[in-house]
């Protein structure tokens, strides 16, 4: 579909014309990319005229209305350091984008981060003075195990990562990022304006109540996630083993990435091949049975700035055993709806979900309470919440506007005579 085929704006339901700049975004299988997909039809779907930019998932340029949403893909490029995340190259997109942003006139931008195709809209949004919103879902984490940044030099790769993407983030009006331990992280490494917590949120409904017929000969302990370095799903596969035999514990792996392979010879490796089943991707149907058919989940990730997956098993009411890393403590509850662990103590990850698989009674009533706590985090609320948000960024480009076009005159120089005046004011 051609730009000229897409229906006209004036035609669409009364609301604000909103573009939503992302890197990620579906077919792409991760949780900024299920985010923001889940922003831009909920905006849609609540009267507003939504336009996402993205890279191409096959490499071709594209315009397409999907659920409601148009999605402007740009001509984008593989990488070698990941095998699914395509670039796309500012100087090439420079045109298409400016003339996108002419015939859509935006109210608001909503950028998803900081790389290449969103900062070349990030320089647009200051350049044009369009009102711009930034939210945060990266962690230096999520890209240096791909690109072997030596152990050495990681710190220093950390800050650089941080101070670039906080140079990026500087020029929005408003910062977001989905949890308080997320925007701290914005905060220590940087930004020079105070971000705000936003959870991504989720459609509870979808999640509950779903038909299920357990397995009678084993539990199951579920991942869900991909299968990359930060993940740390080797702490899973490790702990397994030292899970008593008789309590039948199994791990289901669902997700694909660049240490699948790894996992699976490692499984081999423990004689536990036969406990750990590797899904790869599957359906949203078959996920959504994947969540109600477990018994816990287990999130052993140590860079999660909120972690859907864990939303998502908290909404099929399933007890959770994470890694006390980043933002998973506002999840994962010590006690109440499941358990932290130190990242990397695996003998404590076993002892952990040993005790969740020994108490049924308890472990259902752990299963309730996140159930509890995941209900404060309704995507209509999120949305609600960034609908605020980007009529607060207008209000502040118009005031910045009006400054810039109305510049205070220069103070006139004190004179003698002048200073006599205020004096007998």
Not at 219 to 238: C, N, P, S, Y
Request: one cysteine or more; aromatic letters at 6%.
């Amino acid at each position: 579909m051609t730009w000229s085929q897409v229906p006209d704006r004036h035609e669409a339901a009364s609301g604000l014309r909103i573009v939503i700049g992302a890197e990620t975004f579906p077919p792409d299988v991760n949780g900024a990319a299920r985010f923001t997909h889940r922003l831009a039809v909920g905006l849609a779907e609540r009267g507003h005229e939504v336009h996402v930019m993205c890279p191409a998932p096959t490499g071709r340029a594209s315009t397409d209305v999907v659920d409601g949403v148009t999605v402007h893909r740009f001509t984008a490029y593989r990488t070698p350091f990941h095998p699914s995340f395509r670039l796309v190259w500012p100087w090439q997109a420079q045109n298409r984008i400016d003339k996108l942003l002419a015939e859509i006139k935006p109210d608001v931008m909503h950028v998803q981060s900081h790389f290449l195709l969103t900062r070349a809209l990030i320089w647009r949004a200051e350049r044009d003075r369009i009102p711009l919103v930034a939210t945060n879902h990266f962690m230096p984490e999520n890209i240096l195990g791909h690109v072997r940044v030596p152990g050495l030099l990681r710190a220093a790769a950390s800050k650089l990562a941080w101070w670039d993407l906080t140079r990026g983030f500087g020029k929005a009006s408003v910062v977001t990022a989905p949890t308080p331990r997320a925007v701290e992280l914005l905060m220590d490494n940087g930004l020079p304006q105070q971000a705000r917590p936003i959870s991504c949120g989720i459609d509870l409904d979808r999640y509950q109540d779903r038909p299920v017929s357990p397995d009678p000969d084993h539990r199951t302990v579920l991942f869900v996630g991909r299968l990359d370095e930060e993940k740390h799903v080797h702490e899973l596969i490790r702990a397994l083993p030292l899970i008593p035999a008789e309590l039948r514990v199994r791990a289901e792996i669902v997700g694909d990435g660049s240490k699948r392979e790894a996992l699976e010879q490692l499984a081999g490796q423990l004689g536990i091949a036969d406990r750990v089943r590797f899904r790869g991707f599957i359906s949203d149907e078959d996920l959504l049975d994947a969540y109600a058919a477990a018994d816990a989940f287990c999130m052993p990730g140590i860079a999660e700035l909120q972690s859907l997956a864990t939303m998502e098993a908290m909404a099929a009411g399933k007890p959770v055993v994470a890694a006390d890393a980043m933002a998973l403590p506002h999840l994962a509850r010590p006690g109440r709806n499941g358990w932290l662990y130190p990242p990397g103590n695996v003998p404590t990850l076993a002892a952990r979900l040993t005790q969740l698989f020994s108490d049924d009674a308890e472990r259902e009533r752990m299963g309730k309470e996140s159930l509890e706590i995941i209900g404060k985090h309704g995507v209509n609320t999120t949305l609600a919440t960034f609908e605020d948000v980007y009529r607060e960024a207008m209000a502040e480009s118009r005031r910045l506007t009006r400054l810039a076009d109305h510049p205070r005159l220069p103070e006139q120089p004190r004179t003698e005579s002048r200073e006599r005046a205020e004096r007998t004011a």
